[in-house]
Nanobody, 115 residues
């Protein structure tokens, strides 16, 4: 059974950087794509970026040019976040999309951008 664990969140000043990690364990051969989502207070959860096993990436317009999603050979996915803004403050969740239409979510990691 696939398990998903996020890490790397924290408090950073505007203009700073953070790198989030999403580690998937279990039968990772069944993974189709991995994405980062975020949810701020009083908002719906929204897609930030995702990447398929083939390497195709997709970004929300609000983070293009600032965030980069990548993966390594062990299927750990990273979200490099640069030039952070206060409006990036949210809980960030990793979602692993498995084959056959099954999704697995991590517990989330808090990102706070504040002076």
């Amino acid at each position: 059974q696939v398990q998903v664990v996020e890490s790397g969140g924290g408090l950073v000043q505007p203009g700073g950087s953070l790198r989030l990690s999403c580690a998937a364990s279990g039968p990772i051969f069944s993974i189709s794509s991995i994405g980062w989502y975020r949810q701020a207070p009083r908002t719906q959860r929204e897609l930030v970026a995702d990447i398929t096993t083939g390497g195709t990436t997709n970004y929300a317009d609000s983070v293009k040019g600032r965030f980069t999603i990548s993966r390594d050979s062990a299927n750990t996915v990273y979200l490099q976040m640069n030039s952070l803004k206060p409006e990036d403050t949210a809980i960030y969740y990793c979602k692993v999309a498995l084959r056959y239409g099954i999704d697995k979510w991590g517990q989330g990691t808090q990102v706070t951008v504040s002076s």
